[in-house]
Nanobody
Framework: QVRLVESGGGLAQVGGSLRLSCAAS????????VGWFRQAPGKERDFVAV????????FYADSVKGRFTISRDNAKNTVLLQMNSLNTDDTAVYYC????????????????WGQGTQVTVSS
């Protein structure tokens, strides 16, 4: 099973940017889709973005479309989430997850998860 570690979270101002990184070790990371999810306090874990194993197919939640970009570098076993034009609604713990079965947009379809990284956007 692949092991995932997120980094890059922190504090940003409204309108600012952050770039999250998901580093993988073990397993067959380069052969599987990888998704980003987020969970705000008291809320469910929501889909943010997902990228196919080759990087040629991506999907985004409507709330982040046009502002966030997911990409991957399989040679470095890394998936990035570039987040621009941040707003306070983007405040959450962000998780990456790998190797979904079935839908790519449901957290319950993923078996491998990172520990999460906190993103806080202040106004």
């Amino acid at each position: 099973q692949v092991r995932l570690v997120e980094s890059g979270g922190g504090l940003a101002q409204v309108g600012g940017s952050l770039r999250l990184s998901c580093a993988a070790s073990g397993g067959t990371f380069a052969d599987v889709p990888v998704g980003w999810f987020r969970q705000a306090p008291g809320k469910e874990r929501d889909f943010v973005a997902v990228i196919s194993w080759s990087g040629t197919t991506t999907f985004y939640a409507d709330s982040v479309k046009g502002r966030f970009t997911i990409s991957r570098d399989n040679a470095k076993n890394t998936v990035l989430l570039q987040m621009n034009s941040l707003n306070t609604d983007d405040t959450a713990v962000y998780y990456c997850a790998a190797d979904p079965e079935g839908s790519w947009k449901r957290p319950q379809d993923y078996a491998s998860w990172g520990q999460g990284t906190q993103v806080t956007v202040s106004s």
